[in-house]
């Protein structure tokens, strides 16, 4: 089975600050892995897939990049509302999998 | 507009089975390249890819709980169901139906989830 590690768990940031997130696969995925945003009590919200391919609706400041093992979600200046929980999924193989989340808190 | 719902109980007991049924609109499992899949959070964890199954009827399950895991179709209902056998305290979590396709390949929309609690 394919594992994705993502990472950090958690970081603090402040409003307007650039994020960076990555996720690394165990083997290679090409391209086929997404992200994803939870607010409490929510579900998942698709925001990237393809890698780097942004969901309809979803603001630009969101980016990612990649593509075989390493992966990348960027915000480039971060909002009030971007203070969430944030997954990728790897969808390349017979079955998915999830990274672990990043949580993004207030500093 | 595409929606899910989930239902399903809220409780069930160690051992017992666990039926969830997501009930969908705005689009049809009879379309190529469609397919429902099923993602369960436990409290305070990550999200967990449990199984899915495609408009050609191919189903896909984690390999850690494919013993445990049955999905089904019904086309003309629009629904999708997923069984789950043995029931431990450990299942206790949110489980969320979600839409894919293949112009995607995600999860792109999902269903509100419904809570589950095992225990006796």
């Known amino acids: 089975a394919i594992r994705i590690t993502q990472s950090p768990s958690s970081l603090s940031a402040s409003t307007g600050d650039r994020v960076t997130i990555t996720c690394r696969a165990s083997?290679?995925?090409?391209?086929?892995l997404a992200w994803y945003q939870q607010k409490p009590g929510k579900a998942p919200k698709l925001l990237i897939y393809?890698?780097?391919t942004l969901q309809s609706g979803v603001p630009s400041r969101f980016s990612g990049s990649g593509s075989g093992t390493d992966f990348t979600l960027t915000i480039s200046c971060l909002q009030s509302e971007d203070f969430a929980t944030y997954y990728c999924?790897?969808?390349?193989?017979?079955?998915?999998?999830f990274g672990q989340g990043t949580k993004v808190e207030i500093k | 507009q595409i929606t899910l719902k989930e239902s399903g109980p809220t409780l069930v007991k160690p051992t017992q089975t666990l039926t969830l049924t997501c009930t969908f609109s705005?689009?049809?499992?009879?379309?190529?390249?469609?397919?429902v899949g099923w993602i369960r959070q436990p409290p305070g964890k990550a999200l967990e890819w449990l199984a899915l199954?495609?408009?050609?009827?191919?189903?896909r399950y984690s390999p850690s709980l494919k013993s445990r895991l049955t999905i089904t179709k019904d086309t003309s209902k629009n629904q999708v169901v997923l069984t789950m056998t043995n029931m431990d305290p450990v299942d206790t979590a949110t489980y969320y139906c979600?839409?894919?396709?293949?112009?995607?390949?995600?999860?792109?929309?999902w269903g509100q989830g419904t809570m589950v609690t095992v225990s006796s």
């Open positions: 979600a839409h894919s396709d293949s112009t995607v390949g995600a999860f792109d929309i």
């Open positions: 705005g689009f049809s499992l009879s379309t190529s390249g469609v397919g």
């Open positions: 083997q290679g995925i090409s391209s086929y």
């Open positions: 199954i495609y408009w050609d009827d191919d189903k």
């Open positions: 393809a890698a780097s």
């Open positions: 999924q790897q969808y390349y193989s017979y079955r998915g999998t």
